[in-house]
């Protein structure tokens, strides 16, 4: 195939596309208005989608120059270092245009609405009929779906927000010693740029349309709802925790892990919304829900402790055993933070004979509490080594000969209350010690 036959292909397959993705956008108007507009020449909307496609693609038929340009610019980022290496790269370039069209295509059309939207987004000169074909443009490739768009999309509807050409920095940026042209004398400072009010209002419309088509591989809204999370300033102006809480609800395997974190985020600036999320998820009948709450305790810790101690005190007793099992691993940081609760649950879990949450717990907290309290004065140790398994046995054995080490005392006392509690799990015990430390299997081999 010659590289005139590759370009054709991705020139012909773009155009199709952008055809597409404004045919899907006019299912869903009215499109948003323009952030930025001339007052003696106020915005004109298209009636019907026709009439845009042929402008979208009379423009696009007579640009080859930028659709070459933009093509090389894929090419020099996104080319396989095996091309470069090809003894003939012309040749296995083409190859690689060929077989990967879908996705250059959709990169050259993130490229295409990049450069109406710096036109549309002017402040000057604000071009409102790049604006249509931009956005009409961008939800449709949106509401498709993809990695790409996932990604390099958001910062095309990041300039819409603040009105601001795709690229282009805010004006007020953070100040301090780690700019050269520093000069000392001021502190360092930082101004959050606020939200354009008529690009907030377009972001909100596409936002909405997003949230009305949801697919089972859509997981852009979900994305994009994650990263505005983080600002308080936008997670208020688009309304972040709401449009979070409508998503769990019709959640996917796709999806859940940005939504989840995006419940995370919020909780530092709107907390009641997070909590009410984050309680709804914790009694959600969806499982994948239920497991990636218990994965994120920690987070949740960072911000509030007791909010994420009380999530545990429900996850401990989940129907799902992989929700409880990784729920436990949080114990590992209450056993460093907060020792007393820590010894709580500790005790709690010992008494439940589940062999995979005793394991856990051994392996995520128990070690940091015995560093700090040789003498297992809360006596989790006995405890534990009745109820677990071998290999949490295994891993038990290693412990007590350590303590051992530094306090033969205690290391005879767990022994003792360990015969007390079950002569057949004593015996295990001195088999094991014996195995690894004759001295001490002895030791503990005649205790009555």
């Known amino acids: 195939m010659s590289r005139r036959e590759a370009k054709v292909l991705l020139r012909e397959h773009s155009q199709n596309l952008l055809r597409e993705c404004i045919s899907l956008s006019f299912e869903y108007l009215p499109l948003p208005h323009p952030p930025l507009e001339i007052p003696d020449f106020p915005a004109q909307p298209p009636h019907d989608s026709n009439s845009l496609i042929q402008q979208a693609l009379g423009i696009s038929s007579m640009d080859s120059a930028g659709f070459l340009y933009r093509l090389e610019l894929i090419i020099e980022k996104f080319e396989p270092s095996f091309v470069k290496r090809h003894i003939n790269p012309a040749v296995e370039r083409e190859k690689w245009l060929s077989k990967n069209i879908e996705e250059i295509s959709e990169r050259i059309l993130i490229l295409q609405i990049k450069d109406w939207l710096s036109s549309a987004l002017d402040a000057e000169s604000p071009d409102t009929d790049r604006w249509y074909l931009s956005v009409s443009t961008l939800i449709g490739l949106s ?30 940026r953070l100040t301090g010693n ?20 008529s690009g907030v209002l377009a972001a909100n419309s596409i936002l909405d349309i997003l949230q009305l088509r949801q697919t089972k591989n859509n997981t852009l809204l ?6 505005l999370s983080i600002s308080k300033h936008l997670s208020s102006l688009l309304n972040i925790p709401s449009r979070v809480q ?3 609800i019709d959640c996917n395997h796709n999806n859940f892990e ?21 309680f709804q998820v914790c009694d959600s009948d969806k499982v994948i829900l239920r497991r990636a709450l218990a994965s994120n305790l920690s987070r949740i810790d960072s ?8 999530l545990l005190e429900k996850l401990i007793d989940d129907e799902d055993s992989d929700t409880r099992v990784l729920s436990i691993t949080y114990l590992g940081n209450l056993a460093r933070l907060e020792k007393l609760v820590f010894i709580q649950f500790a005790k709690k879990i010992s008494n439940k004979q589940d062999s995979r949450m005793l ?8 070690r940091y509490y015995l560093s700090i309290d040789s003498n297992d004065s809360e006596d989790l140790i006995p405890i534990l080594w009745i109820n677990s398994n071998s290999e949490s ?15 033969q005392k205690s290391f005879l006392d767990i022994s003792i209350k360990i015969y007390g509690l079950d002569k057949i799990s004593y015996t295990d015990l001195v088999n094991r010690i014996t195995l690894r430390n004759t001295d001490l299997g002895n030791l503990i081999r005649n205790i009555q």
């Open 258 to 278: 940005s939504l989840i974190m995006a419940a995370i985020h919020t909780l530092s600036h709107s907390p009641e919304s997070s909590k009410e999320i984050l």
């Open 143 to 172: 509401l498709k779906g993809s990695n790409i768009v996932e990604s390099e999309g958001f910062n095309l509807f990041n300039s819409i927000i603040f009105a601001r050409k795709p690229g282009e920095l805010p004006p007020n």
């Open 178 to 197: 780690h700019q050269i042209a520093w000069d000392g004398k001021k502190s360092r400072s930082f101004y959050e740029e606020i939200g354009h009010p």
């Open 246 to 248: 409508n998503q769990i």
């Open 222 to 227: 979900p994305y994009w709802l994650e990263i």
């Open 393 to 407: 046995r295994s891993q038990l054995s290693g412990m007590l000969i350590e303590i051992a080490k530094i306090n």
């Open 303 to 310: 911000e509030d402790r007791g909010f994420s101690i009380s």
């Open 359 to 366: 394991q856990r717990l051994i392996e995520s907290g128990l």
